[in-house]
């Protein structure tokens, strides 16, 4: 699922960098450092507080480790507890929910503070990316227009912007803005320069422009070596050209430190496709106790936990179940498109074509996506809308796995789509 | 020049020619941090008064970020027109309120940009580095806070990051690379870059498209006048005389009591032998801003005149302006070094002192002046070294290679000396009161046969303007 970070470039202002595992300390962990510095010579300094949260979240970001998010909450509250109300130590709140995916909170924290504060960047910032995860995108685009029009040319408005874009399937105005942001990025702001590359390597993925997102990405690892968004948005480019061995290497590299459900997932494929089965079990085993642990959290992996009950462990009243909650919280693309798959899965073709074309309706050009609808449309007998589809599904990446799952009619489809496509 | 603003469904292209560079903090900018500083303002009197202004309308707005941003800028400037570095303190004060207010939001980059000027101005420049990508890290949009960077990174010869960091003074809605204003910003520094490397005839053309650009905005006089200021610099220290007295007059013209181009015309003067101007000039300088540079090119003056009586005041009033408070005293680390070394006193301070400095600036003339105190401790091999950093990036500097002359003779390489003081003399005959003379005399010293030369030369080289009053009661004081 993407996340915009949005809060990304406003916290690691930094002098060199490299992750947990290299020396010298990362930006993040620089920024800390001189946070707390600060907090020691001026403890009764709000602004000092706020400064250490927003590092805090900026190194939790770095490595993927949710634990910083405890530390910055603290130190939010502190910031608060000494100046009750100010506006920075209000707005990191906010950056801290938005970075926990608890985007409902964030949204009303936000708007709250906007109605105080209308013309600050950010706050409306957070209002699009908080919107655009609940599924509201008329409202993240106005929001995110707010943005430019406060402040044209601003980053936060690019990156906001871009992310939209991207929603919206303009993959080429969302590159455009992301080389945008690139440009104005700070030289030694490496986990930025890292994370617009990141996003842009995800963008040429998605459109199957393999070698651009190699070159993005082997960039950004050299800029911010062993960045774990980084390793992962490679591994999926080597599954896009069906290098499945270097795809598990690189998610166990990615892994070493800090892996998330998601991280667990994506290995877990990689070794199923590069056929080593038996690791695959128990890395799918990994990923299911841990996601199954967080489904009532927003921090959670919902979206895979879907697919993968829908697909691999056969329990699709279970995926069903799961979506259904998820759907309690959010409805953006990728919700819907697994609520969809879910209602595929237990049969509920009508319903899950409603969901499905809520999803497509956005705009949204990624493989995954289309295969779903084709699948789904199968599923109803509309093979011109299957192969219309399917073809786009190919268009976009041209290796998809068809789940042992999926009728022989869609296999056929498919099979014929792919034909017309060759030729 | 606001235009339609960029609407995110719009395809890129049209998005990119409608997208309007933000001014504010590069207005600011231009007036408060240009390389060599800014130039004084309209008045005195209208910095108390924007002082003042904005103090009331921060008791009336104590939540607004703006005003406390603004004061900080206002102090700044004070701190500019009137060098009195305390204002630099009242400056992060106010700039620290602002950032309380509002820090994580690009409409924080202009205080995080002020807060790097007046680290600039404090000789911090690691801190203005680290400022100006804070300010940047906001994505603001306003490209002023590449141009502070460009400058720490000047400061610290790291030349070819700065060029990069310029490369950014670019207006995004102009499609032909920059507005006057951008171009500005841009042509102002990339033309002391391009004069550091040796480019001396680039650099005039791009300080005097800086200065058609400074027109065509209407810029404030002052900042006319400090371009001015920069072009004479450029000319005077190239050997271009003429161009030298043309620039610095057109300042004068602009505003008559611009203190730079005042001090400049006086050193003009003093290289022309016409001393009584060059005196007379210097003096209304240092009425207006008292900066030791001028203070000691007087007390040269005075000693060349034999006026010892009015030379020690200037001596006194040179180590009463350095010692004034520590950031005074931090502020003035170069020029004390040099003075120290030209005048052959407390000689071990002067090379503490160029040491102190070389820690946080390592700019080709930090490196100078720490090769020329060196020299006059009679390390000439470690002074040597020194100097060809300074030498490292070609700056057609007749100083620069009067020194390098001096050392290589003293390091008994007569042919490489006599190529570097006939270069220093072939670019400006008269690029110092002194020296210009005594590059002469140590030439006619190295044309003799070699091992006589060496001996003689090394005897020669002592403290050239150190003679009448300072041999007799400045050491004695020291």
Not at chain 1, 281 to 287: D, S, V
Not at chain 2, 167 to 189: C, F, I, K, T
Not at chain 2, 195 to 215: E, N, P, T, V, Y
Not at chain 2, 350 to 371: F, G, H, M, N
Request: hydrophobic share 40%; proline share 4%.
């Amino acid at each position: 699922m993407k996340i915009l970070f949005l809060t990304l470039l406003l916290t690691v202002p930094a002098f060199g960098a490299s992750p947990e595992t290299m020396l010298p300390s990362s930006p993040a962990q620089r920024r800390i450092e001189r946070a707390q510095a600060f907090v020691q010579q001026q403890p009764n300094r709000y602004q000092a507080f706020n400064d250490l949260a927003l590092a805090l979240m900026a190194r939790a970001r770095e490595i993927g480790d949710a634990a910083y998010y405890q530390q910055a909450e603290q130190a939010i509250r502190n910031s608060l507890r000494i100046e009750p109300g100010n506006f920075e130590g209000k707005k990191a709140h906010v950056a801290l929910l938005l970075d926990e995916r608890k985007y409902r909170e964030a949204l009303e924290e936000a708007t709250a503070i906007n109605h105080g504060t209308p013309d600050d960047v950010l706050v409306w910032g957070y209002m699009a990316e908080a919107d655009a995860a609940l599924g509201d995108y008329d409202a993240a685009e106005k929001a995110a227009q707010w943005m430019m029009d406060l402040r044209p040319g601003n980053t936060p408005a690019y990156l906001c912007g871009a992310a939209l874009r991207e929603d919206w399937g303009d993959i080429d105005g969302s590159l455009d803005w992301l080389s945008k942001a690139l440009q104005e990025t700070p030289p030694l702001e490496t986990e930025e320069e890292a994370w617009i590359l990141t996003r842009m390597a995800g963008l040429n993925r998605a459109i199957g422009k393999s070698e651009s997102a190699d070159s993005l990405l082997q960039q950004a690892l050299k800029v911010f070596p062993d960045y774990h968004l980084s390793l992962e948005e490679l591994a999926r480019v080597r599954m896009a050209e069906q290098r499945y061995t270097e795809a598990v290497e690189l998610m166990e590299r990615r892994n070493h430190t800090f892996p998330s459900p998601q991280s667990r997932y994506l290995l877990a494929e990689a070794l199923g496709r590069a056929g080593q089965e038996v690791r695959a079990r128990t890395a799918f085993a990994q990923f299911e106790q841990e996601a199954r642990s967080r489904i009532d959290q927003p921090d959670n992996a919902n979206r895979e936990l879907v697919l993968y009950d829908a697909d691999r462990a056969r329990e699709p009243a279970e995926a069903l179940r799961i979506a259904r909650l998820e759907m309690g919280r959010r409805h953006d693309v990728w919700t819907l498109d697994a609520y969809a798959w879910a209602l595929h899965a237990n049969g509920q073709d009508a319903d899950a074509r409603g969901q499905i074309e809520k999803a497509l309706a956005v705009g949204t050009r990624e493989a995954a996506l289309f295969y779903h609808a084709g699948a789904i449309a199968a599923a109803r007998g509309d093979k011109g809308a299957a192969s219309r589809y399917l073809k786009q599904s190919l268009d976009l990446d041209p290796a998809p796995e068809i789940m042992d799952r999926d009728q022989q009619a869609l296999a056929l489809l498919f099979t014929s789509a792919r034909d017309q496509r060759a030729h | 020049m606001k235009t339609t603003l960029p609407n995110l469904r719009l395809a890129s292209h049209w998005v990119n020619s409608m997208l309007s560079v933000r001014s504010s903090t590069l207005a600011l900018t231009v007036a408060l941090s240009l390389i060599a500083g800014a130039a004084l303002c309209a008045g005195q009197s209208a910095t108390d008064r924007n002082i003042q202004g904005l103090q009331v309308r921060a008791k009336i707005y104590p939540q607004d970020y703006r005003i406390y941003d603004g004061l900080g800028a206002a102090y700044i400037q004070k701190g500019r027109e009137t060098a009195d570095s305390s204002y630099y303190e009242l400056a992060r004060q106010a700039l620290n309120k602002s950032l309380d207010l509002l820090s994580n939001d690009p409409g924080a980059a202009s205080a995080k940009t002020h807060m790097a000027v007046v680290s600039m101005a404090e000789h911090q420049f690691e801190d203005a580095i680290r400022w100006a990508q804070e300010a940047l890290a906001l994505g603001s949009g306003d490209p002023a806070p590449w141009a502070i960077l460009g400058d720490a990174l000047t400061d610290l010869g790291r030349y070819d990051q700065a060029t990069a960091a310029y490369a950014h003074l670019r207006d995004p809605a102009d499609a032909e690379g920059a507005s006057p204003g951008v171009a500005y910003e841009h042509d102002s520094r990339v033309a002391y870059l391009e004069f550091l490397k040796g480019d001396s005839q680039g650099a005039k053309r791009l300080m005097q498209a800086a200065i058609s650009s400074a027109l065509a905005l209407h810029l404030p006089r002052e900042n006319v006048a400090w371009s001015q200021y920069q072009l004479g610099e450029i000319c005077f220290r190239s050997g271009d005389l003429e161009c030298a007295e043309r620039a610095y007059q057109a300042g004068l013209e602009v505003q008559p009591d611009s203190y730079r181009n005042l001090a400049g015309l006086g050193e003009l003067r003093a290289a022309q032998r016409r001393n009584a101007e060059a005196i007379a000039l210097l003096e209304r300088a240092l009425a207006i801003v008292p900066f030791p540079m001028y203070a000691a090119a007087l007390y040269d003056l005075e000693i060349k005149a034999d006026h010892p009586a009015e030379a020690k005041k200037q001596y006194d009033l040179i180590q009463f302006i350095s010692r004034l408070n520590p950031i005074n005293e931090r502020l003035f680390y170069r020029e004390l070094a040099l003075f120290y070394a030209d005048h052959g006193l407390k000689l071990d301070e002067s090379v503490a002192l160029a040491r102190k400095e070389i820690e946080v600036r390592q700019d080709i003339y930090t490196w100078d002046i720490l090769a020329w105190t060196l020299y006059k401790n009679n390390r000439a091999e470690e002074a040597a070294q020194a100097m060809q950093k300074a030498l490292a990036p070609g700056t057609e500097d007749a100083l620069l290679y009067f020194h390098a002359g001096m050392i290589e003779a003293r390091c008994g390489h007569p042919e490489l000396a006599r190529t570097l003081l006939e270069r220093a003399l072939r670019l400006n005959p008269h690029f110092h009161p002194f020296y210009g003379d005594e590059a002469r005399r140590t030439l006619a010293l190295l044309a003799v046969p070699a091992g006589a030369a060496h001996r003689q030369t090394g005897a020669a080289l002592t403290s050239v303007p150190t003679s009448t009053l300072a041999s007799g009661t400045l050491k004695g004081r020291s």
